[in-house]
C-alpha cells in the first residue's frame, strides 16, 4: 500500500497544476465540477474511493478543489456532533480577538482571574493563554466532556511546568472558552455565527446547534459542543486553505493561520499547533503540507494546501462506536483521493451550480393543540430533558447533549433531528404527556417520568 501511494504522487506535479484560475468561494450553494476530469481526476478512481469509504463506514465525504466540489458521497447536510473539532472553531475565533486586540495571549490564567473548583497553585496560574492555546499548560485537573483515556493519562498535579509538557488536555480546551466569552465580552457561539458562519454563507448551521455542557462536579469551565453538517464544515475549511481571507474579506487574519496550523509539539506521528493537528513533514500528507481539525470517532476537516483541497470526514457517532471509522481509514481515503489526480484541470473547467438550499431539517410545525399537552420537564435519576414549543415546533433539550427538535410521526411518536432517536410520549386519559420515551438503541427504550409543566420553565 505505501509504495503505490508513494509511485502514484511521484507522478504529480501538483505546484503547476494547481495554478489554473483564482480561488472560487462558494455563494448560498455550492459549484460542482460537471466531472471530476474537468479538474483533473478520475471518475473511476473516485468511484473505487466512495466504495472503500463506504465500506470503512463513513456517513459523509465532502472533497472540495479550489473551492468546488470534486466529489460528495453520504449526508453531506446531516449535522453530526463535532466533538473535538470544537477547538479549532474556537482557534479561529482567538485569531480575530487577537487581531482586535480583545486578548492577549501572553497573558498569563492568574492575572486574568481563572480559578476552579480545586483553587489553581501559584505555579499553575503563570500559565500563559498561548500554553493553552498548544495544550501545554501544566494544569492536570478534572474537566468537562473528558473522555475515559483522556482522565487515565492525565499527568500527576504538579508534574510538569506550564509551557514545558504537551498533553490533549480538556481542561485548557475548556477554560479557553471561559477566557474567551470575559476577555471579548462575547458569546463564542455568536461569534462564530456572526463573524464566521455568515461570512461564509453556511446553509445549516444555527445558534440552537450549540451548547454549553457543564459538569459542575469537575470545574467551572464548561465544553462547547458544536452540531454540524459536512458541507459547511467545509466552508471553514476553504476558509483556512485560503489563510482566512472569503472572497475579498480578511475573515481570520492570515499570520494566526499559519501560526496556529504550524506544529508547536512533535511526535513521531504528527504535532499539534493552536488546537489544530498537524502531519509529519516527510510523509506523503506532510509535504503538501496538510493540516487538521479532528473529532472523537471519525470526524476529520483535512485542509491540504499544496493540493487546494478541503477534505471532510463524518462518521455516525449517534450510533456508538460501532459506527466509528479509524484515524487510518481516514487518512487512507484522502490518499487515494489525491492518487485519483491524474492531470492538470482543463483551462475553463465546466461547473455546475449545486441546488443544495434545502434546509437540513423538514418544517414540521404543529397546532398549539398537538404542542402544549407534550411540553414540560421529565426525569430519571439526575438526568432531565425539556420539551418546549419553539415557533409551534417540539424541541428537547438536556445539559449533556443539546438541543434536538422533534420531527412528528404521529400524534404521539417523534424523531430527533439529527441523531434521528426515536422519541414517544405516553398520555394519560385527558391526552397531557405523563412519561416520554427515548431509543438511544434500538431495542431499549429510557423512559423518563414527567415532573413538572412547562410553564414551570418560563
Known sequence: MASSHAQALKTQDWANWNVTSPAIFPQQSWLRYETPEEAGWSTDKLSAVQKMSDRA???????????????????????????SIRKSLLSALYGIAVQKGDIDIEETIGSIGIDDISPLTETEKSAKISDLLKARSGVYLPAAYETSSMKESRPQRGSHKPGTHWYYNNWDFNTLA?????????DLFKAFDNQIAVATQMQDFALRHTYYHLEPENSRHAAYPFRMSARDLARFGLLFLNEGRWEKNQIVPADWVRESTQPHSTFSNGGYGYMWWTVPPMGRLGKLGTYAAAGFGGHRVYVVPGANLVFVHRANTYEGRRKHV?????????LEILKARTAPPKPAPKLIAVNSLQAATPDHRLTKAQVLPLTGRYARDNDVVTVRELDRRLEITNPHWGNYFLLP?????????????????????????????????????YEMPRVGDHDQEK
Open 409 to 445: 410521526r404521529t400524534a404521539t411518536e417523534f424523531v430527533a433531528e439529527d441523531a434521528r432517536k426515536r422519541i414517544e410520549f405516553e398520555l394519560d386519559a385527558t391526552g397531557r404527556a405523563t412519561a416520554i420515551r427515548i431509543w438511544f438503541k434500538p431495542d431499549e427504550p
Open 326 to 334: 479509524t484515524s487510518v481509514a481516514i487518512q487512507n481515503i484522502l
Open 57 to 83: 463506514g463513513s456517513a459523509a465525504v465532502m472533497v472540495v478543489y479550489n473551492g468546488v466540489i470534486l466529489a460528495q458521497w453520504g449526508e453531506t447536510r446531516r449535522r453530526y456532533m463535532c466533538h
Open 178 to 186: 471561559t477566557i474567551y466569552n470575559h476577555e471579548t465580552s462575547n
